[in-house]
T-cell receptor
């Protein structure tokens, strides 16, 4: 069965420090992978996606993610975190059948120290 | 451009009362539609999805139901709410598979339901 694991429930980083959020997936076929961000009480906004081609994908707000098939991972990175990046981040794998369902991880809450 | 609207934004209901959450999409046609629930401190659980009018797939057996009376309208309902129905409900849409989309979902702003 398809699944997504985000092993870190919370992560705290200092403003200006680098960030890496981990994501591992389980899916039998070539995955479509996504990272979404959610501010408190809001919907989800797409940060970036991978579906083919270059395994390093760039997203909005200075985020990037790297797809590593051998490790079944799709980790999210940012070289310098801003206070406004504090939010919850969700990794998801897309089922590319007619449903286009997304299976989400449990999320990682990012806290930013001033 | 496409937009998605969800209402009400906040709802407080007593146990045993009915529920109706509505979602509409503008600027696109024949989308796939989804209802997700996010319980406190947990990830997103897919409840229902629909690939067309009157076509509803349920992911999790529960106290809720969904309907799609029009192409761009998706409704989440319950006849009698339970305490465990409390949570943050998110509606989303996607482009049909085989089209120009690449599978991403576009989410509404969510509806927070508190059952007392």
């Amino acid at each position: 069965a398809q699944s997504v694991t985000q092993p870190d429930i919370h992560i705290t980083v200092s403003e200006g420090a680098s960030l890496e959020l981990r994501c591992n997936y389980s899916y039998g076929a070539t995955p479509y992978l996504f990272w979404y961000v959610q501010s408190p009480g809001q919907g989800l906004q797409l940060l970036l996606k991978y579906f083919s081609g270059d395994t390093l994908v760039q997203g909005i707000k200075g985020f990037e993610a790297e797809f590593k098939r051998s490790q079944s991972s799709f980790n999210l990175r940012k070289p310098s975190v801003h206070w406004s990046d504090a939010a919850e981040y969700f990794c998801a794998v897309g089922l590319m059948d007619s449903s286009y369902k997304l299976i989400f991880g449990s999320g990682t809450r990012l806290l930013v120290r001033p | 451009s496409q937009t998605i609207h969800q209402w009400p934004a906040t709802l407080v209901q007593p146990v045993g009362s009915p529920l109706s959450l509505e979602c509409t999409v503008e600027g696109t046609s024949n989308p796939n539609l989804y209802w997700y629930r996010q319980a406190a401190g947990r990830g997103l659980q897919l409840l229902f999805y629909s690939v067309g009018i009157g076509q509803i797939s349920s992911e999790v057996p529960q106290n809720l139901s969904a309907s799609r009376p029009q192409d761009r309208q998706f409704i989440l309902s319950s006849k009698k709410l339970l305490l465990s129905d409390s949570g943050f409900y998110l509606c989303a849409w996607s482009v049909k598979s085989g089209g120009t989309g690449t599978g991403e979902l576009f989410f509404g702003e969510g509806s927070r339901l508190t059952v007392l």
